[in-house]
């Protein structure tokens, strides 16, 4: 068992203002993983006062860009070197699948590396050609750090969501309080290892595991220039709210109901593999996942069968054995959430294909769910239309490829997407018409280099390359006569 009894204030661990600690359980078994020490408002104050003075006062922002990058050269290579231990720990406290969390280190290595060329070639300041050749003064920009960042981030994919958020507000020269859930105590516990041994001058970061409470005195603190958040939907109103009030920059990446056009032409077996990573990693715990599938009507009893093949395949079981594919959700009451949905789906009508509210046989102790699978659903229903956030799939029949983009952005959120079929052509020409911030075709990954975020309710403002560094600068303009 892991005892961490110390907070990490402003690059320095220190004790926190309550010595009571949070046991941190398994939700595979319920075993007691460690105890760590929780965040709370005082501990908050002490943070933002921190960063606040190494931001006015201190070296971090008047360092040089490439400096920085460097420091977060370092810190990189330090998580790559100990990638097997963080992706243990994630699965051991989140549920996650050992294959989802060992897949995503190198993927975080892929998410710095743009952030770092984004910087590399950023113009920091820099001479505007006149539009007006007759105008007599030089017009100068500059890229300067916003102040102090507030980054709250969910307890799905916490190394991710961490690293989205730490490296472009690092590299352009802002402190940052990083404020994570309760559940993930363990492994951003092992990311302030990392960035202590990187070297970041004092004050610079602040890592806290704290409840909702003390989140929204973060956020409304007045010591706080920029809040970057990610979480649900509901969450980013209120955070947007308080905001809007005190005029700071925000940035919001929130919910999805994404979905996977399956066109016509596809090639099925390939579309529903694909689907298995794209609908049901991380247990189904992911903002960006595609679980409403859209088939159709020609194809569509093929589809179904296809895709119930494809679930039932899936291993549910320990996240620490290599073939397992789903693990349990995180907490109990979000598995009772998981299965209300599936029972919500049942009274709403839909058929159950596969799965369904009972928990899998011999893994009672656990947090788990059956993965499930609903046919014949009306995009207006409830588990069509509203984040389920666990494996639990939806499939809609279309007449027609207007029909299944009417249907695909019928939606209030637009965070992800993906076109299945035989022509990359034809499925570009889809993807442009859907109103979602990301689409894949036929299954390709994400990028790094571009921009990620949602319309709609999906968020406001973009993470990752050159736009995500972006929203951690603000652009100072200074005219000289010549």
């Not at 507000?169 to 309080?177: C, D, F, I, S």
């Not at 039932?312 to 009451?333: C, N």
């Not at 570009?428 to 309710?457: C, E, H, I």
Request: aromatic share 6%; hydrophobic share 40%.
């Amino acid at each position: 068992m892991i005892i961490r009894d110390r907070l990490f204030v402003g690059g320095r661990w220190v004790a926190p203002n309550t010595p009571n600690l949070l046991d941190i359980r398994s939700p595979h078994d319920q075993s007691l993983l460690g105890r760590v020490a929780q965040a709370g408002d005082a501990d908050v104050d002490r943070a933002v006062e921190a960063a606040r003075e190494a931001f006015d006062h201190g070296p971090w922002p008047r360092t040089e860009p490439a400096e920085r990058q460097e420091i977060i050269r370092r810190w990189n290579k330090l998580r790559e070197a100990r990638a097997d231990e963080i992706a243990a720990t994630i699965s051991a406290e989140n549920g996650s699948a050992g294959w989802f969390t060992r897949m995503g280190q190198p993927f975080l290595t892929r998410q710095v590396n743009a952030y770092l060329r984004a910087a590399e070639e950023l113009r920091w300041e820099e001479i505007v050609e006149p539009s007006d050749p007759s105008v007599s003064f030089d017009t100068i920009v500059r890229r300067e750090a916003i102040g102090v960042v507030a980054a709250v981030i969910p307890w799905n994919s916490p190394f991710s969501a961490a690293t989205a958020k730490l490296t472009p507000a690092l590299l352009a020269g802002n402190t940052v309080v990083l404020k994570v859930s309760p559940e993930n105590s363990l492994s951003m516990m092992l990311l302030a290892d990392l960035f202590a041994e990187a070297g970041l001058p004092d004050g610079v970061l602040s890592i806290l595991p704290a409840d909702r409470e003390t989140s929204e005195h973060l956020i409304s603190h007045p010591g706080v220039d920029k809040i970057a958040f990610t979480g649900s939907t509901r969450a980013g109103r209120r955070i947007a709210s308080i905001a809007g009030e005190q005029l700071k920059r925000v940035s919001l990446e929130l919910g999805g109901k994404s979905a996977a056009i399956i066109l016509e032409d596809a090639d099925v077996p390939a579309a529903v593999a694909g689907l298995r990573f794209g609908s049901l990693a991380n247990n189904g715990e992911a903002c960006i996942l595609q679980t409403r599938i859209l088939a159709p009507r020609g194809r569509y009893e093929e589809i179904v069968g296809a895709l119930k093949e494809m679930v039932e395949s899936l291993k549910v079981g320990d996240p620490a054995e290599p073939d397992t594919f789903v693990g349990p959700m995180i907490r109990a009451d979000q598995q009772q959430r998981v299965i209300s949905y599936i029972e919500l789906g049942i009274a709403e009508g839909a058929r159950l294909v596969t799965g369904g509210p009972r928990i899998p046989v011999g893994l009672e102790r656990g947090n788990y769910v059956t993965p499930t699978l609903f046919a014949d659903v009306d995009n207006g229903m409830r588990v069509a239309q509203e984040e389920i956030f666990g494996p639990v799939l939806v499939v809609i029949a279309y007449d027609d490829e207007d029909d299944a983009v009417r249907i695909a952005n019928d939606s209030e959120y637009g965070l992800s997407g993906g076109v299945w079929s035989a022509t990359d052509e034809r499925a570009l020409a889809v993807a442009r018409r859907l109103r979602t911030g990301t689409v894949t075709v036929n299954g390709s990954p994400m990028s790094f280099d571009g921009p990620f975020g949602g319309f709609k309710a999906s968020g406001i403002g973009r993470e990752y390359g050159k736009l995500g560094l972006a929203g951690y600068l603000e652009n100072k303009t200074v005219t000289r006569n010549h």
